[in-house]
């Protein structure tokens, strides 16, 4: 049965030929496929063009994507056609070519095989554009930041190559890792260190922290952080998330404060900890940690899992006796630390946009109390010792950190939540930047009236709370 032509108008109408019969064909010649425009994947078509002449009607010219408008040389020599692809709006490409005509055959098995194939590819094209469509939603690809600034900002000193995860130990010390490479964002090649700060310090200026000989510094890549004080000898230890070509592990350091060094004590591996985001230490050799992954190859990291999608990112806690999940179905687990009272355990859902509060079990499980909705995605979590009030270095658009456009930025934001064991949690925006001045917040911490902010790939600021 013929099908109606999707170009109802005058376009391509050419009354010599008529086109009533040339349109009996089209529901023979035209099907659906995907291919390849430039760098973006598109939903397109393919068609075959047909010319009547007479007591004989063939195809003459096959393989063309959308076959459109048609006309002739003056030398009558030649076909010109003009067809336009795209039907995404992500790209518009347009294409001009000059066809020399020669018949070709076409049987109706080659056909059929062709609408299967292109029927299987036209239904993986709609799924792809409609989990690229998911991913845009949960990323907050549309949102636009407006700008909420802090007086007396001033940049840190060295760390020009992130600070993705920072944290204040006592009186005013932090410890900050720098140099994160990470799959799908920006990062650089200067490998990974570790700075100190001390924050009573009115000139605020980062201090590397030397490493053991016996450490490989040059597979360096550090990610979440967390410190540990041994309340029997007030030692410090620092629990370092570690990326060795791309692997995770944990590496356990002891700090030596009179020399800014750091003793390596331990790498802890398990095959429960595959792709390690943050931790928290609990102990001067247990700890939780996030997984923010399912899988652990980086290609399935940065594309096939944000496309699927899935809630299958976890806690883990892990004891020299003892490793296990100890809490799951989290779309992308990242941040983690404890209240003061070391009785709960806060995670942010980067990709849920929320924060959850679970209470510590005797056994180290962890059961879910609430999530606190935070409209950004949260990355890192802080906790004032003090007011027990969360801090966190959020993505308010984190699209933009995927694409990574230096004439559109990804900004940074810095989100407080107060009483969140509260029936009434409060949620702040305290900073706001489109990317001018700071991009991709990953953490916040404060001490003295100051807020630190730290970043995966870009610089670190302090400034005045108002
Ligand atoms: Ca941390
Ligand atoms: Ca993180």
Same mark, same amino acid.
């Given at each position: 049965?013929?099908? &109606?032509?999707?170009?109802?108008?005058?376009? !391509?109408?050419?009354?010599?030929?008529? /086109?009533?019969?040339? =349109?009996?064909?089209?529901?023979?010649?035209?099907?659906?496929?995907? @291919?390849?425009?430039?760098?973006?994947?598109?939903?397109?078509?393919?068609?075959?063009?047909?010319?009547?002449? #007479?007591?004989?009607?063939?195809?003459?010219?096959?393989?063309?994507?959308?076959?459109?408008?048609?006309?002739?040389?003056?030398?009558?020599?030649?076909?010109?056609?003009?067809?336009?692809?795209?039907?995404?709006?992500?790209?518009?490409?347009?294409?001009?070519?000059?066809?020399?005509?020669? #018949?070709?055959?076409?049987?109706?098995?080659?056909?059929? &095989?062709?609408?299967?194939?292109?029927?299987?590819?036209? +239904?993986?094209? +709609?799924?792809?554009?409609?989990?690229?469509?998911?991913?845009?939603?949960?990323?907050?690809?549309?949102?636009?930041?407006? /700008?909420?600034?802090?007086?007396?900002?001033?940049?840190?000193?060295?760390?020009?190559?992130?600070?993705?995860?920072?944290?204040?130990?006592?009186?005013?010390?932090?410890?900050?890792?720098?140099?994160?490479?990470?799959? !799908?964002?920006?990062?650089?090649?200067?490998?990974?260190?570790?700075?100190?700060?001390?924050?009573?310090?009115?000139?605020?200026?980062?201090?590397?922290?030397?490493?053991?000989?016996?450490?490989?510094?040059?597979?360096?890549?550090?990610?979440?952080?967390?410190?540990?004080?041994?309340?029997?000898?007030?030692?410090?230890? @620092?629990?370092?998330?570690?990326?060795?070509?791309?692997?995770?592990?944990?590496?356990?350091?002891?700090?030596?404060?009179?020399?800014?060094?750091?003793?390596?004590?331990?790498?802890?591996?398990?095959?429960?900890?595959?792709?390690?985001?943050?931790?928290? +230490?609990?102990?001067?050799?247990?700890?939780?940690?996030?997984?923010?992954?399912?899988?652990?190859?980086?290609?399935?990291?940065?594309?096939?899992?944000? @496309?699927?999608?899935?809630?299958?990112?976890?806690?883990? =806690?892990?004891? #020299?006796?003892?490793?296990?999940?100890?809490?799951?179905? =989290? =779309?992308?687990?990242?941040?983690?630390?404890?209240?003061?009272?070391?009785?709960?355990?806060?995670?942010?859902?980067?990709?849920?946009?929320?924060?959850?509060?679970?209470? /510590?079990?005797?056994?180290?499980?962890?059961?879910?109390? &609430?999530?606190?909705?935070?409209?950004?995605?949260?990355?890192?979590?802080?906790?004032?010792?003090?007011?027990?009030?969360?801090?966190?270095?959020?993505?308010?658009?984190?699209?933009?950190?995927?694409?990574?456009?230096?004439?559109? #930025?990804?900004?940074?934001?810095?989100? /407080?939540?107060?009483?969140?064991?509260?029936?009434?949690?409060?949620?702040?925006?305290?900073?706001?930047?489109?990317?001018?001045?700071?991009?991709?917040?990953?953490?916040?911490?404060?001490?003295?009236?100051?807020?630190?902010?730290?970043?995966?790939?870009?610089?670190?600021?302090?400034?005045?709370?108002?």
């Amino acid at each position: 049965m013929a099908r &109606k032509h999707p170009n109802n108008g005058s376009e !391509g109408y050419n009354s010599r030929w008529g /086109r009533t019969r040339l =349109y009996q064909h089209w529901s023979e010649v035209s099907w659906a496929t995907s @291919l390849r425009c430039g760098r973006k994947t598109l939903l397109c078509s393919f068609s075959l063009h047909l010319i009547e002449c #007479p007591k004989d009607v063939k195809i003459v010219s096959k393989g063309y994507y959308m076959a459109n408008g048609i006309n002739m040389s003056p030398d009558k020599r030649h076909i010109l056609y003009m067809w336009q692809i795209c039907l995404n709006t992500m790209c518009m490409c347009s294409i001009k070519k000059t066809i020399h005509l020669a #018949p070709v055959k076409v049987n109706r098995f080659q056909m059929g &095989k062709l609408v299967l194939i292109s029927l299987v590819i036209a +239904a993986l094209s +709609a799924l792809l554009g409609e989990r690229i469509l998911n991913l845009r939603k949960r990323t907050l690809a549309s949102r636009e930041l407006v /700008r909420n600034h802090l007086p007396n900002c001033v940049t840190l000193k060295h760390l020009s190559h992130g600070s993705e995860d920072i944290t204040v130990v006592r009186d005013g010390l932090a410890f900050i890792s720098t140099g994160l490479k990470y799959p !799908g964002l920006p990062g650089s090649d200067v490998p990974g260190k570790i700075y100190s700060v001390d924050l009573q310090d009115p000139r605020m200026k980062p201090v590397e922290l030397r490493m053991p000989r016996n450490f490989d510094l040059d597979i360096f890549n550090p990610h979440g952080i967390s410190a540990y004080i041994d309340t029997n000898d007030d030692e410090i230890y @620092l629990f370092v998330v570690n990326h060795p070509q791309h692997k995770s592990q944990v590496e356990v350091f002891r700090f030596v404060e009179d020399d800014h060094s750091l003793v390596h004590l331990n790498t802890i591996k398990h095959e429960l900890l595959y792709s390690l985001n943050d931790i928290v +230490a609990v102990g001067v050799d247990s700890f939780y940690a996030t997984n923010d992954h399912y899988f652990s190859h980086e290609i399935f990291k940065a594309v096939v899992e944000p @496309l699927l999608f899935q809630p299958w990112s976890n806690v883990v =806690y892990y004891s #020299p006796k003892d490793v296990k999940i100890v809490s799951e179905g =989290y =779309y992308m687990a990242n941040g983690i630390n404890m209240s003061p009272d070391k009785r709960h355990i806060y995670v942010a859902d980067v990709l849920d946009h929320n924060v959850h509060l679970l209470e /510590r079990k005797e056994d180290n499980t962890l059961a879910p109390v &609430k999530s606190v909705a935070l409209g950004s995605l949260c990355d890192n979590i802080e906790v004032d010792p003090e007011t027990g009030d969360l801090w966190l270095g959020c993505h308010p658009n984190g699209w933009k950190m995927f694409v990574s456009d230096p004439n559109d #930025p990804p900004g940074s934001e810095v989100i /407080r939540i107060q009483k969140i064991h509260s029936d009434e949690p409060v949620v702040t925006q305290v900073y706001a930047d489109d990317g001018q001045v700071i991009m991709g917040s990953s953490v916040a911490t404060t001490y003295g009236g100051k807020l630190l902010i730290g970043t995966v790939f870009h610089k670190a600021l302090v400034c005045d709370l108002k």
